[in-house]
Nanobody, 123 residues
Framework: VQLQASGGGLVQTGGSLRLSCAAS????????MGWFRQAPGKEREFVAA????????NYADSVKDRFTISRDRAKNTIFLQMNSLKPEDMAVYYC?????????????????WGRGTQVTVSS
């Protein structure tokens, strides 16, 4: 399955962005999905994950209460609403599909990865 992330861009501190990730196949509708990010010089880190039916979500502590993950199973798409953005949120954001029905914070649980979308936050 191919994943295509979009929605990144340049935003000021405190602003908002909404990322989307469209899957090429309906097979992901039964899989957990997640968002990860990687800043220059840093390792890839978990951001948020969602279960196959959207009933379970988990977030990194650094984004909790600011970011919201959601999905539209009919459109094979997941979203990441990012509010109150900070300079430390600046990174390339990747979406991924899990091998399991639930979302996971571990990158090893993901089998397909999108190419990423750049989020830049100006201070």
């Amino acid at each position: 399955v191919q994943l295509q992330a979009s929605g990144g861009g340049l935003v000021q501190t405190g602003g908002s962005l909404r990322l989307s990730c469209a899957a090429s196949s309906r097979t992901v509708s039964n899989n957990g999905m997640g968002w990860f990010r990687q800043a220059p010089g840093k390792e890839r880190e978990f951001v948020a994950a969602i279960s196959w039916n959207g009933g379970n979500k988990n977030y990194a502590d650094s984004v909790k209460d600011r970011f919201t993950i959601s999905r539209d199973r009919a459109k094979n798409t997941i979203f990441l609403q990012m509010n109150s953005l900070k300079p430390e949120d600046m990174a390339v954001y990747y979406c991924a599909s899990s091998r399991y029905a639930v979302g996971s914070s571990h990158s090893r649980d993901y089998v397909s990865w999108g190419r990423g979308t750049q989020v830049t936050v100006s201070s």
